[in-house]
């Protein structure tokens, strides 16, 4: 597959001479905090917890997601962070959860969050001592779809950072799973509610958008890869890219990918544009103060 060859050009860059492993493509760590929880929801039942977390853990670290051979260095870091909120014996469980995924930088020994996104709504049923079942095309539970649902999300993100388009085969499944969780009657949201997974996953296959996931290849491959020789035409092509996400959102104002794109990368860019020139630093700001004015404030200081 072309997508396959644009991601792995890179990484064979790095790690040519390493020894090949047909290792699984995430190194997912999963943490679930039950402070949040009453003494009468089975906070201190720890057992449960410690279960929970390991059977999350191996199901997006022990299944294959593609076809594609991953070294252990190349694995994609994926940190996922569940802080239940209700919690009862007989197995349903309401969190809010945090998921972010990490990509290194050429030349550096920088990590870059290609991803950070909160989910509110990550409620699900599970009974201790039960295995998690999943298959493409099929609905069992809504936890497996939505460890399914994240692991597809981070695949694409990640590969899009690498290639163009290169996630194509992770947003195809992204939009399956989604339909197949949606007929099964989950609260999965809807395409209006720019927060819900139904919006995520149409925004990546969207045509109208696709112009965001060219940005994030060209963030990622022309700009941030290249910063450490090359800072000041990176910073002048990070301000192309904002130029290019205003005509975006012209089309589809704060769309679930803008949002999500300035989630991961807001307070990245104010670094990287934080030793340009004047002028520049003034285009920046009134670039970012328009896509995110959420964080106007932490932009002003652009204005020194």
């Known amino acids: 597959m072309k997508n396959v060859f644009r991601y792995f050009f890179i990484w064979a860059l790095w790690a040519f001479f390493l020894p090949c492993t047909h290792a699984q493509e995430l190194q997912a760590s999963v943490s679930i905090s039950t402070e949040q929880l009453q003494l009468d929801q089975q906070r201190n039942n720890a057992q449960i917890y410690s279960e929970l977390q ?22 994609i870091k994926v940190n996922l962070q ?69 692991a597809n999300l981070s695949l694409a993100i990640s590969y899009d950072s690498f290639g163009l388009y290169g996630g194509n085969f992770f947003v195809q499944k992204l939009n399956n799973l989604t339909n197949i969780a949606q007929n099964a009657g989950t609260a999965w949201g809807s395409v209006a509610d720019i927060r819900s997974r139904v919006s995520i996953a149409e925004n990546l296959i969207n045509q109208q958008l696709q112009g965001i996931r060219e940005i994030n290849y060209q963030y990622h491959r022309l700009a941030l890869d290249t910063f450490k020789d090359r800072p000041d035409a990176a910073r002048k092509k990070i301000l192309g890219l904002l130029s290019q996400m205003r005509q975006l959102n012209a089309l589809r104002p704060g769309a679930a990918m803008i ?9 990245e860019i104010l670094q990287l544009m934080d030793e340009a020139e004047a002028p520049e630093r003034q285009q920046a700001f009134a670039l970012l103060g328009y896509l995110d004015p959420t964080r106007t404030e932490s932009y002003r200081r652009l204005l020194r």
């Open 54 to 75: 390991r059977v999350m853990q191996d199901f997006l670290n022990g299944r294959r997601w593609s076809n594609d051979v991953f070294r252990e260095e190349e694995k």
């Open 82 to 150: 569940l802080i239940l909120t209700k919690a009862s014996s007989l197995g349903d469980f309401e969190a809010n959860a945090r998921l972010q995924v990490l990509r290194p930088v050429h030349g550096s020994t920088y990590e870059t969050v290609i991803l950070n996104l909160v989910d509110r709504n990550f409620n699900f049923k599970y009974i201790q001592g039960s295995p998690l079942n999943y298959n493409d095309n099929n609905f069992f539970d809504n936890l497996s779809s939505m460890l399914a649902y994240y």
């Open 259 to 267: 949002r999500l794109f300035f989630e991961s990368k807001g307070d």
